[in-house]
């Protein structure tokens, strides 16, 4: 069977930037599960994918533009530490959900002083580009039910990325 919009695919897979740092593996993990042409994962990752079939391995190398975005100054804002809560114990690196017009977001706070808090909602992989090294566990045709709830049911089907 080869990967196709609405297939149920699983891959075992490794991300590492243009350094040769890997910044998020399944090794060790269940693979990650995904439903093709739903935009669960980065666009060019699901384009270098389709067509593919179980048991194949795929190396591609992603621009921002076709990874998790270009990063946008215009996300990265600086709000009064009051805002937060004033036992918060706030540091940068730290990450919270805040609500903004498309949903939630998350935030990773860059730079705390004594009355501000820099926050940045820009994925913390925004701008980079990375390479993927990706193996195909398994393809199948969805069901009507993982269609419908826009997720896949069985092993691997919790990880939201």
């Known amino acids: 069977m080869q ?6 695919v699983l ?3 490794k991300v590492s930037n243009t350094d040769g740092e890997v910044l998020d593996t399944s090794e060790g993990d269940e693979p990650l599960a995904y439903i093709h042409g739903q935009g669960d ?3 060019g990752l699901e384009q270098a994918l389709a067509g593919k079939s179980a048991g ?3 190396q591609v190398t992603v621009s921002p533009e076709l990874g998790y975005g270009v990063r946008e100054e215009a996300k990265v804002q600086t709000v009064p530490r009051d805002a937060f809560e004033s036992d918060a114990n706030i540091e940068p690196g730290m ?17 705390v002083t004594a009355d501000e808090v820099t926050i940045d909602a820009n994925h913390p992989l925004a701008g980079q ?3 993927f090294e990706v193996e195909v ?5 969805c069901t009507d039910e993982e269609l419908e709830h826009g ?8 990880h939201h990325h």
């Open 41 to 43: 994962i980065v666009p």
């Open 151 to 158: 997720h896949i049911h069985g092993p691997g089907g919790h």
């Open 56 to 58: 194949d391995r795929v």
């Open 129 to 131: 580009t990375l390479k």
């Open 3 to 8: 990967i196709a919009d609405d297939m149920a």
């Open 137 to 141: 566990v398994s393809v199948r045709a």
């Open 11 to 13: 891959i075992n897979y």
């Open 95 to 111: 990450r919270f959900q805040a609500e903004s017009g498309d949903g939630d977001v998350i935030v990773t706070v860059t730079n």
